[in-house]
């Protein structure tokens, strides 16, 4: 909420500013009415000496106008983002509670069969995978946007961690691990884990939710001469059109109307991913696949900081 508070408390001092400005333009404009006749006297040097200053006030009141309507329009359009994100938590976390419900109630009415009973488990566990999945998003939204810092950098190996995020999501969308095909090469960054973390389970949750009917995701690493890393994450769904491309990474967005999407989400996984691509000092890219369809997102990130010695810490 930090930079929204920031925004406000901006719009709060221009609408000030413009006030105040308005209030000495109209008290300097009756001034100029008034000794307007000034202009044909010896005084008229006083007409020509005000005549621009009321000049470059109305310049700053327009400029201010615009400048507030920007601001304005921006305030909207969050507006309607976190409409947006309210419609998808509240569906997101009113499906998983039904769905729970009603294995309760149908557990406690009636009797069921072993296999019956392991069923319901299996769906209200997956219920509740779901339901921790949508708190710990939240969650890293918002630490990122206090900019607050869980751990210490350490060496992680980018490729390993990429297997593990890609063994999760296969197993939380209950598809087969081979829905994800890597090629990973060795790679150590030196950066916060968590970080990592958030950036490729996001990415490549994303990759297994939009992908086709017949989910083909692909994940490559490569190292780069300065030591950082290039990772690219590619699905084989419907694209992204490049003019949505920058908007898919602000905070609740999420393509096509709220209350007719198939696919469940917050519309902050994509904000999460570029918050800490940009805090780690890298970059993302979005791009379409070649000659096939589907997107391709492609992430640059260095090599971090190398550690201290154990030996100059002691000294420390």
């Known amino acids: 909420m930090i930079p929204m508070r920031r925004s406000l408390r901006f719009a709060i001092i221009l609408a000030i ?3 105040v400005l308005l209030a000495v333009l109209s008290v300097g404009w009756v001034l100029l009415t008034v000794f307007g006749a000034w202009a044909n006297a010896p005084n008229a040097s006083f007409y020509w000496t005000i005549l621009p200053v009321g000049t470059t006030f109305i310049g700053l009141l327009l400029l201010g106008v615009v400048l507030y309507l920007v601001l304005s329009i921006k305030s909207i359009n969050l507006n309607r983002r976190q409409s947006n994100f309210i419609d998808s938590v509240t569906h997101e976390l009113k499906s998983p509670i039904a769905s729970m419900k009603l294995c309760l109630q149908t557990l406690k009415r ?3 069969s072993r296999q019956e009973q392991v069923d319901f488990h299996r769906f209200m566990l997956e219920d509740l995978e779901r339901l921790d999945h949508l708190i710990n998003q939240m969650l890293d939204a918002g630490r990122l946007e206090t900019g607050r810092v869980d751990g210490d950098t350490v ?3 980018v490729g390993e961690l990429l297997h593990e995020c890609s063994d999760t999501v296969c197993l939380s969308y209950r598809v087969p691990a081979a829905t994800v095909r890597l090629d990973v090469a060795p790679c150590i960054v030196r950066a916060r884990r968590l970080d990592l973390e958030m950036i490729f389970r996001n990415l490549i949750d994303n990759a297994v939710k939009y992908a086709g009917a017949e989910p083909e995701v ?8 300065d030591g950082g890393t290039v990772t690219q994450i590619s699905d084989n769904g419907r694209g992204i059109p490049p ?3 920058r908007k898919i990474f602000s905070r609740f967005v999420r393509l096509g109307l709220e209350l007719q999407r198939e696919k469940p989400g917050t519309g902050l996984g994509l904000y999460i991913v570029r918050t800490a691509v940009r805090r780690l000092g890298g970059r993302i890219k979005v791009r379409d696949r070649q000659h096939r369809s589907g997107t391709v997102f492609e992430v640059h990130l260095p090599p971090g900081e190398p550690a201290r010695s154990q030996n100059n810490n002691e000294k420390q």
């Open 17 to 19: 500013f413009m006030i």
């Open 110 to 112: 009636r009797q069921v």
């Open 155 to 157: 060496d992680v190996d």
């Open 218 to 225: 692909q994940v490559t690493l490569r190292t780069v001469p």
């Open 243 to 245: 003019k949505l491309r």
